[in-house]
């Protein structure tokens, strides 16, 4: 995720924390600060809020490890301030699997409260009135916190977890296109009377976890729709094989003249013995011609951290592959050799024309072509 940095790698998944996640917490220290007039107070706070995520990791945790025990791996988690998210690389295909890895995370606030709670008793500590949580207990406030966290993340509204549990239990009986928009939905409805409690209460926290329901209730519909056309498709049904190459060795003019003579901006650079060694992008090649002039080689300019995909893929597993890249396209390669190129647009392309197939003929099943690709010719 963008402006993000990695915190650490814990049980196999890359942990990232946004960087508006350092501002909050100077913020919640300053106002701890000024509120008590000292620096106790201040790095108290700093450690409370601290705590308070530490348990929404755990929360992403218990997501991941659940999806781990379904076979499905988890790319990362990142801790943002209004909470965490874990990527999961799929989602399942059984709503049964959908529903456990959903609940997973709010039962582990549940754990921790519990636990939290039997440290408590047997201690001896004092309960504390509800009343002021600023007068309990610090165990007590976590214990507090953490119900809160079960209680909201399972309101029915996408993309928190008691979405995801609606849209499972729905698609048990409906499809699940229909179920995911039927959650969404709903998910939209709480977003306004989030907005409506916003206006009331005067808070923006709850605008801004209005915002974020909204828009994700959504990504996860047009992401779930997406997914229903694409369906078992396989990268080489979406990738273009006419294309342009450009060898490391070539001078920057000849990928400007192919941009003015044709409508690929992107390049892949492929050497002398067909291996491809780098992306030259659009935006690549303008900085490279302000910066080393039209005669300098594409080597010098090329992005060499790129994606390579095998046309066997899946289509659907690769798509957050392409999204993650630096580059603007894929190298889709076949016994080694580079068949065909995939990117965002062309992709998009291929869904809006599953969707008008499938709109056409909703009952006729499409049987996948047969396509031969033709290897540009290399450079020589």
């Given at each position: 995720?963008?402006?993000?940095?990695?915190?650490?790698?814990?049980?196999?998944?890359?942990?990232?924390?946004?960087?508006?996640?350092?501002?909050?917490?100077?913020?919640?220290?300053?106002?701890?600060?000024?509120?008590?007039?000292?620096?106790?107070?201040?790095?108290?706070?700093?450690?409370?809020?601290?705590?308070?995520?530490?348990?929404?990791?755990?929360?992403?945790?218990?997501?991941?490890?659940?999806?781990?025990?379904?076979?499905?791996?988890?790319?990362?988690?990142?801790?943002?301030?209004?909470?965490?998210?874990?990527?999961?690389?799929?989602?399942?295909?059984?709503?049964?699997?959908?529903?456990?890895?959903?609940?997973?995370?709010?039962?582990?606030?549940?754990?921790?409260?519990?636990?939290?709670?039997?440290?408590?008793?047997?201690?001896?500590?004092?309960?504390?009135s509800l009343r002021d949580l600023e007068g309990v207990s610090y165990f007590q406030r976590l214990i507090v916190i953490n119900l809160s966290l079960v209680a909201f993340n399972l309101l029915p509204a996408f993309p928190m977890d008691g979405g995801r549990v609606l849209r499972a239990v729905l698609a048990m009986s409906?499809?699940?296109?229909?179920?995911?928009?039927?959650?969404?939905?709903?998910?939209?409805?709480?977003?306004?009377?989030?907005?409506?409690?916003?206006?009331?209460?005067?808070?923006?926290?709850?605008?801004?976890?209005?915002?974020?329901?909204?828009?994700?209730?959504?990504?996860?519909?047009?992401?779930?729709?997406?997914?229903?056309?694409?369906?078992?498709?396989?990268?080489?049904?979406?990738?273009?094989?006419?294309?342009?190459?450009?060898?490391?060795?070539?001078?920057?003019?000849?990928?400007?003249?192919?941009?003015?003579?044709?409508?690929?901006?992107?390049?892949?650079?492929?050497?002398?013995?067909?291996?491809?060694?780098?992306?030259?992008?659009?935006?690549?090649?303008?900085?490279?011609?302000?910066?080393?002039?039209?005669?300098?080689?594409?080597?010098?300019?090329?992005?060499?951290?790129?994606?390579?995909?095998?046309?066997?893929?899946?289509?659907?597993?690769?798509?957050?592959?392409?999204?993650?890249?630096?580059?603007?396209?894929?190298?889709?390669?076949?016994?080694?050799?580079?068949?065909?190129?995939?990117?965002?647009?062309?992709?998009?392309?291929?869904?809006?024309?599953?969707?008008?197939?499938?709109?056409?003929?909703?009952?006729?099943?499409?049987?996948?072509?047969?396509?031969?690709?033709?290897?540009?010719?290399?450079?020589?």
């Amino acid at each position: 995720m963008k402006w993000s940095f990695k915190l650490t790698r814990l049980w196999g998944i890359d942990v990232y924390i946004h960087y508006t996640f350092l501002l909050l917490l100077g913020f919640v220290g300053l106002q701890s600060g000024l509120a008590r007039g000292n620096w106790s107070a201040a790095l108290g706070g700093m450690a409370f809020f601290l705590s308070l995520f530490l348990c929404v990791l755990l929360h992403e945790y218990g997501h991941a490890m659940a999806a781990r025990r379904y076979g499905i791996g988890t790319h990362d988690i990142t801790l943002l301030p209004i909470g965490g998210v874990a990527r999961l690389e799929r989602m399942p295909e059984d709503p049964a699997h959908e529903l456990v890895i959903a609940i997973a995370g709010p039962l582990v606030n549940v754990v921790i409260a519990a636990g939290l709670a039997l440290g408590m008793m047997l201690s001896g500590t004092a309960w504390g009135s509800l009343r002021d949580l600023e007068g309990v207990s610090y165990f007590q406030r976590l214990i507090v916190i953490n119900l809160s966290l079960v209680a909201f993340n399972l309101l029915p509204a996408f993309p928190m977890d008691g979405g995801r549990v609606l849209r499972a239990v729905l698609a048990m009986s409906l499809d699940p296109l229909r179920a995911t928009r039927i959650a969404a939905n709903i998910g939209r409805m709480m977003a306004v009377l989030f907005v409506a409690m916003a206006f009331y209460t005067g808070s923006p926290i709850l605008g801004l976890i209005a915002v974020f329901v909204w828009m994700g209730a959504g990504a996860e519909a047009a992401a779930t729709e997406a997914r229903s056309f694409i369906g078992d498709a396989r990268v080489f049904r979406a990738m273009l094989t006419q294309f342009q190459i450009l060898s490391p060795t070539d001078p920057l003019s000849r990928a400007a003249q192919l941009i003015i003579s044709g409508s690929q901006t992107d390049f892949p650079v492929v050497a002398s013995d067909g291996r491809v060694v780098g992306v030259l992008s659009r935006s690549a090649l303008f900085a490279g011609l302000t910066r080393e002039g039209e005669s300098a080689p594409v080597e010098r300019v090329m992005e060499t951290n790129f994606l390579t995909l095998d046309a066997d893929q899946s289509l659907e597993a690769a798509l957050p592959l392409l999204s993650e890249s630096p580059a603007p396209l894929a190298a889709v390669a076949s016994q080694g050799r580079i068949v065909g190129i995939l990117t965002i647009e062309n992709a998009s392309e291929f869904i809006a024309l599953q969707r008008a197939r499938r709109s056409r003929m909703p009952q006729e099943p499409m049987s996948p072509p047969v396509i031969v690709a033709v290897p540009p010719q290399l450079p020589r």
